[in-house]
């Protein structure tokens, strides 16, 4: 079982940046991949970036050369730099931790980009 805890977001105006953190309760090491994913108002939860066990990453089209996702396997813990944010980047950002048997997810932390 992994119990995850992010956090980092906040308000900023369009342009500026954000760093989001995700702390596990245990190793991460041997995670198949760990992801943040998004979810906006009246819209289903989508997959933002993701980084697997040997450190590829993947990314979703919006996002690409504006967020940088990493993993920093010593800490347990996940990070999403984010960069021009963007108002329709708006939404509560979840950490997700995806083993062969299960799914993980945090509770969440809220991002809302000003126009």
């Known amino acids: 079982q992994v119990h995850l805890v992010e956090s980092g977001g906040g308000s900023v105006q369009a342009g500026g940046s954000l760093r989001l953190s995700c702390t596990a309760s245990r190793s991460i090491f041997s995670i198949n991949a760990m992801g943040w994913y998004r979810q906006a108002p009246g819209k289903q939860r989508e997959l933002v970036a993701r980084?697997?066990?040997?450190?590829?990453?993947n990314y979703a089209d919006s996002v690409k050369g504006r967020f940088t996702i990493s993993r920093d396997n010593a800490q347990n813990i996940i990070f999403l730099q984010m960069s021009n944010l963007k108002p329709e980047d708006t939404g509560v950002y979840y950490c997700?931790?995806?083993?062969?048997?299960?799914?993980?997810w945090g509770q969440g932390t809220q991002v809302t980009v000003s126009s």
């Open positions: 980084v697997g066990r040997s450190g590829g990453t």
């Open positions: 997700n931790a995806y083993l062969v048997t299960a799914d993980y």
